[in-house]
Nanobody, 122 residues
Framework: VQLQASGGGLVQAGGSLRLSCAASGRTFSSDAMGWVRQAPGKEREFVAA????????YYADSVKGRFTISRDNAKNTVYLQMNSLKPEDTAVYYCAADSGLLKLARLEYEYWGQGTQVTVSS
């Protein structure tokens, strides 16, 4: 099972990026999927999660109103649209999946993959 994140890069504050995470080896159409991040010297931090049917989303307060999570079950892919980026958003972003959305939000996810670096310059 692989969860491969992509779409990171260097952007100026106020800019936007769209991350993608393609899953392979297993279908996650019945699972919650989400994003977590880790900045240098800091602990992992929950960012956003979405339930299997896209009817419910959950965001960390630090990104609410700026980030939008979505998914395409046909493509086994989850996305994170990041707008109004701030320097404090700089981190490696990882996608994750679990049967429970709240478990994912508590960083108790079962599946996770390689991350993608997001750097926001001031």
């Amino acid at each position: 099972v692989q969860l491969q994140a992509s779409g990171g890069g260097l952007v100026q504050a106020g800019g936007s990026l769209r991350l993608s995470c393609a899953a392979s080896g297993r279908t996650f159409s019945s699972d919650a999927m989400g994003w977590v991040r880790q900045a240098p010297g800091k602990e992992r931090e929950f960012v956003a999660a979405i339930n299997w049917s896209s009817t419910y989303t959950y965001y960390a307060d630090s990104v609410k109103g700026r980030f939008t999570i979505s998914r395409d079950n046909a493509k086994n892919t989850v996305y994170l649209q990041m707008n109004s980026l701030k320097p404090e958003d700089t981190a490696v972003y990882y996608c994750a999946a679990d049967s429970g959305l709240l478990k994912l939000a508590r960083l108790e996810y079962e599946y996770w993959g390689q991350g993608t670096q997001v750097t926001v310059s001031s």
